[in-house]
C-alpha cells in the first residue's frame, strides 16, 4: 500500500520492534502488513477538526483484526510509571488515577473480548503497582535506545521489579522529545524488548502539551486543566490496551495494514459531554474525567466502542 508521505503524525501510535522507520508500516514480503516500529503514519491532517481526523482515519482503517497467534496479555497486568523529567502533582495525578481505575472499567472491558490463542480470554485486570522517577538523566532528545535504557536502569537500580506482566510507561515531561518521531510520526508506542531475561514490554508516552497540541493533544480546554496529561491519558489507554492484545506485536492485528486495536479507533471518541469546566469528555475514570479515544473491540462485531458490553 503506498501512502502518501505528505505524513505527518498522528496516530498514537502502535507496535512493535525498533525497527527504525519511525512511521509508516511497512509492507512484507508476503503482502500483508505487521505492526511496526512507531506506528501509522498519516496524511496530514493537521489542519482538520479532531471529528474531521476520525472520519479520514476511519476510512483508511478497514480490515478486521486476526489474532496471529503470538502472546496475550490475558492475566492481570501490572502498571508502572516512570516519570521523566519534571512533573506537577496535579498532572501526576491525572495519570495515576487513570492507571488505578481503568482496570475493572467498562472501557477496558473491551479487551476482554480478546483471547489468547488457546482460548482464553483476556481479564479486565490492571494493577497500578509502582512508579519511579528519573529527573532527565539522558537530556531532553531521547533516542529509542534512550527509552529502553530509562526502564531498564530503573530495575536495575531495584527501583522498579524486574516484571515479564508488567506495562513500563516512560511519561516524559513536556520539555523531553523522542527523537525517532515524536509529534511527526507517532504520539507514543509500545514494544518489548529482553531485559535483564525477561520479556519487558514498555511504551513512550510523549506530552504535547508544548511541543505538538495540534497533533497530539486532544481537546482545549482539557477535562482536569492539565492539558499535557490530559492528553496523555488517550495516549497512554491507547498503548495498553495495545501491549495487552499484542504485546509482542504477533497476535491481534490486521494483516490489511499493520493495525492493531488501538490504531484502529485513534482520534474517534465517539459521543462526549461537557464538563463544568467547558472540557470535553467521554469516560469518568475512578472520581475523574477524561477525554479517550475509543477502542476496538471484537463483539458483538468489530467496532470502535467506549465500553463492552
Ligand atoms: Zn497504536
Same mark, same amino acid.
Given at each position: ?21 519511525? *512511521? ?16 501509522? !503514519?498519516?496524511?496530514?491532517?493537521? &489542519? ?21 497467534? !503470538? ?15 519534571? /512533573? ?38 490492571? @494493577?497500578?503497582?509502582?512508579?519511579? =522517577? ?31 506482566? *508488567? ?15 515524536? %509529534?511527526?510520526?507517532?504520539?507514543? /508506542?509500545? =514494544?518489548? &524488548?529482553?531485559? #535483564? *531475561? ?7 508516552? !510523549? ?57 484502529? %479507533?485513534?482520534?474517534?471518541? *465517539? ?5 463544568? @469546566? !467547558? &472540557?470535553?469528555? #467521554? ?20 467496532? %470502535? ?5
Amino acid at each position: 500500500m503506498k501512502l502518501n508521505r505528505k505524513l505527518v503524525v498522528l496516530a498514537l501510535s502502535c507496535a512493535y520492534a525498533s525497527v527504525a522507520l519511525a *512511521g509508516a508500516v511497512k509492507e512484507s514480503s508476503d503482502s500483508v502488513y505487521k505492526p511496526t516500529g512507531k506506528g501509522w !503514519g498519516e496524511l496530514d491532517l493537521d &489542519a482538520q477538526s479532531h471529528a474531521q481526523k476520525a472520519a479520514t482515519l476511519r476510512a483508511q482503517r478497514s480490515g478486521n483484526l486476526t489474532n496471529q497467534g !503470538g502472546p496475550v496479555m490475558t492475566g492481570p497486568k501490572n502498571v508502572y510509571y516512570i516519570w521523566y523529567g519534571s /512533573w506537577d502533582a496535579a498532572s501526576k495525578n491525572v495519570l495515576t488515577n487513570l492507571g488505578t481505575h481503568i482496570g475493572g472499567s467498562p472501557y477496558f472491558n473491551i479487551n476482554t473480548t480478546y483471547t489468547n490463542k488457546a482460548g482464553t480470554h483476556v481479564q479486565n485486570v490492571v @494493577n497500578y503497582a509502582s512508579s519511579a =522517577t528519573d529527573s532527565g538523566s539522558l537530556g531532553t532528545q531521547l533516542s529509542d535506545a534512550n527509552i529502553q535504557t530509562i526502564v531498564s536502569n530503573q530495575i536495575t537500580a531495584g527501583a522498579l521489579p524486574l516484571d515479564p506482566n *508488567g506495562i513500563y510507561f516512560v511519561l516524559t515531561d513536556k520539555n523531553t522529545t523522542a527523537t525517532s518521531g515524536f %509529534c511527526t510520526q507517532y504520539c507514543g /508506542w509500545h =514494544t518489548n &524488548a529482553t531485559i #535483564n *531475561g525477561q520479556d519487558i514490554k514498555y511504551a513512550f508516552i !510523549g506530552n504535547p502539551e508544548t511541543q505538538c497540541a495540534s497533533s497530539c493533544g486532544a481537546s482545549t480546554p482539557s477535562p482536569n486543566n492539565t492539558p499535557g496529561a490530559d492528553a496523555m491519558a488517550s495516549i497512554l489507554s491507547h498503548e495498553m490496551e495495545e501491549t495487552t492484545t499484542d504485546p509482542d506485536g504477533n497476535a491481534w492485528y490486521a494483516l490489511s495494514n499493520g493495525m492493531e486495536n488501538g490504531d484502529k %479507533c485513534a482520534w474517534n471518541f *465517539g459521543a462526549t459531554s461537557t464538563a463544568s @469546566n !467547558g &472540557a470535553t469528555y #467521554n469516560q469518568t475514570i475512578g472520581t475523574m474525567k477524561y477525554l479517550i479515544q475509543q477502542n476496538w473491540t471484537l463483539l458483538p462485531t468489530q467496532a %470502535c466502542a467506549q465500553h463492552y458490553p
